[in-house]
């Protein structure tokens, strides 16, 4: 995930997990080649072994290629006050523009089956529909994901006016450090370990 927070205080996010999907489909055109060349050249017969299990290897490729493909843009607007999105899932793209003050949550899931629950996904949840950032859920790295969504509460609405971040900072400043540790667990969905290596204390 590729978070870039402008000069004019917008925020844009792009994900894309194509590679693999490309990588899949060159698979896929490479069984497709093995076919022709047994077929034609080497006169094997349809139902011979190798070209079966080309035929097999070409359609589990083919199918990983269509599973894999994920590709998403959102971007959060100052002004004015929006989130302009599109995701592209199985080749197909869907888009939408939502103002903010349609908006009435922003938060992480996390994947129950991650051993350090360091994988998930941002959640956003409207007056109409939820929209998930990503299909599938990415590793946080550096606390970049939990930070985002503090960063989202603010601009959105959700929050007050500076993140849980720069808060949690003013806090520590004061000496109030189980304050500034306790909105970071809060709101950021941390747990007191994490909390304390985000804010190094």
């Not at 070209?51 to 269509?66: D, Y």
């Amino acid at each position: 995930m590729k978070i870039d927070r402008k000069d004019n205080g917008d925020i844009e996010v792009n994900f894309s997990s194509t590679a693999m999907s490309y990588l899949a489909l060159v698979g896929t055109i490479g069984c497709i080649a093995g076919m022709v060349y047994f077929f034609v050249m080497e006169g094997s017969h349809i139902f011979s072994f190798q070209i079966i299990g080309l035929v097999t290897a070409g359609v589990f490729l083919g199918i990983a290629s269509i599973i894999l493909y994920e590709k998403s843009h959102f971007e959060f607007k100052q002004e004015p006050s929006e989130l302009v999105w599109e995701k592209t899932r199985y080749f197909r793209s869907k888009r939408g523009v939502i103002p903010f003050h349609d908006i009435k949550s922003v938060k992480i899931s996390k994947d129950d089956e991650s051993k350090d629950f360091k994988n998930m996904k941002v959640e956003i949840e409207t007056t109409r529909m939820r929209l998930s950032m990503t299909e599938s859920y990415i590793e946080s790295v550096d606390f970049n994901v939990e930070e985002l969504v503090g960063d989202l509460k603010s601009m959105t609405g959700l929050g007050i006016d500076v993140s849980p971040k720069n808060r949690a900072q003013i806090l520590l400043e004061l000496g109030q450090t189980q304050a500034a540790i306790d909105i970071i667990r809060q709101e950021m969905d941390m747990s007191m370990e994490d909390a304390r290596v985000y804010l190094g204390v």
